[in-house]
């Protein structure tokens, strides 16, 4: 199979890099995404970088990996059921349908134990559980809550560590190997093409292929709270209460767990670089082999072996007729031709 130096890159695939490097030149002051932050991380950016130097290949969308603390939403159905006029009991401030990211953190979170001083007496409970404050929870008894009037089950508060992902454009299918290959190389074993739809297009016009690293292998997930939904008497404009079903120290056990995975996700990440840089260098190096596996030191093509060998064959059987010239024809022409048999048999 040829490499991806030998392929031409589709000028639509060229148009698709220049329009995406140019959204990611805007100053971050100005640039905005869909993503809960905003922005592109900035533990993910040199990765970013170093990628869309290379031809043929281009990143879409990123995540260098995150903690966070996000409640549920209600089901569209249940919204459906409402009447026309009735609001949302609770505003989403980003995240998925009318949930709400309570907290996210693209770094290792170390710096929760400290305590805030001294405060109302009602709050002291509170000062004791730093972590239970920096996700908007209010202490509960452990007890699930029940289904409400209307058997609707409560909306679930979940706390998360996702490692990293990372979407990458290739030109060809053959652009897109490397990043396979150094994807799973590092760590980032359930990485794949995200769609085959490029083989479907019979023209380099087409959707080019996506390659899409991850590793949810380092996954966690784990509910941590519940909405205390407000009753039909209660002040439609009061926030809801997110009661926490766990202790302080579970919810320290899960920051220590996701900080030794960001450890982990740090080092893959920076392999999976090095991995892809060091593979797409040598792919497109001068002199670069079009194909097959590197050769290994003093590997002779079989042709030029067999004309060295015939070679090295006709310069013996000259060496050998030479002293039987000289010593006078005793033994005849049997000993040449004995000696022919010889080298035949070789």
Not at 210 to 238: F, H, N, P
Not at 282 to 306: L, T
């Amino acid at each position: 199979m040829s490499g991806p130096e030998s392929r031409p890159i589709p000028e639509a695939f060229e148009l698709r890099k220049r329009k995406i490097l140019a959204e990611l030149s805007i100053p971050d002051a100005e640039y905005t995404d869909l993503s809960p932050k905003g922005s592109v991380d900035e533990g993910i950016r040199e990765l970013i970088d170093d990628i869309n130097t290379l031809p043929g290949l281009v990143t879409t969308s990123s995540c260098a990996g995150r903690l966070s603390v996000f409640l549920e939403g209600r089901k569209k159905q249940h919204q459906q059921q409402s009447s026309e006029g009735q609001q949302r009991q609770f505003v989403p401030s980003g995240g998925k349908g009318a949930g709400k990211w309570l907290y996210v953190s693209h770094d290792a979170l170390k710096e929760y134990g400290e305590k805030q001083g001294e405060e109302e007496d009602e709050e002291e409970e509170n000062n004791k559980r730093p972590l239970h404050r920096l996700f908007g929870m209010s202490p509960g008894d452990g007890k699930p809550p029940k289904l409400d009037g209307s058997g609707q089950a409560p909306r679930l508060v979940r706390f998360s560590y996702e490692p990293m992902i990372l979407h990458i454009m290739a030109a060809t299918l053959h652009h897109a190997n490397p990043v396979l290959s150094a994807a799973s190389s590092s760590g980032f074993r359930e990485s794949g093409l995200q769609s085959l739809r490029c083989l479907d297009a019979d023209d380099a016009d087409g959707p080019s292929p996506i390659v899409a690293v991850r590793s949810a292998g380092m996954a966690l997930e784990s509910v941590i709270g519940y909405c205390e939904e407000k009753q039909d008497d209660d002040d439609d404009e009061s926030e809801p209460v997110i009661r926490s079903l766990v202790t302080e120290e579970y919810l320290e056990m899960l920051i220590a767990i996701s900080n030794e995975r960001f450890v982990v996700n740090s080092e893959r990440k920076e392999r999976f670089r090095s991995s892809l840089v060091e593979m797409c260098s040598a792919v497109h190096a001068p002199g670069a082999k079009a194909k097959g596996k590197a050769r290994p030191v003093g590997w002779e093509d079989p042709a030029a072996r067999r004309e060295r060998m015939r070679a090295e064959g006709l310069r013996k059987k000259q060496q050998q007729q030479q002293p039987e010239q000289t010593s006078g024809t005793e033994e005849g022409d049997g000993s040449a031709i004995n000696n022919f048999d010889l080298f035949i048999g070789d």
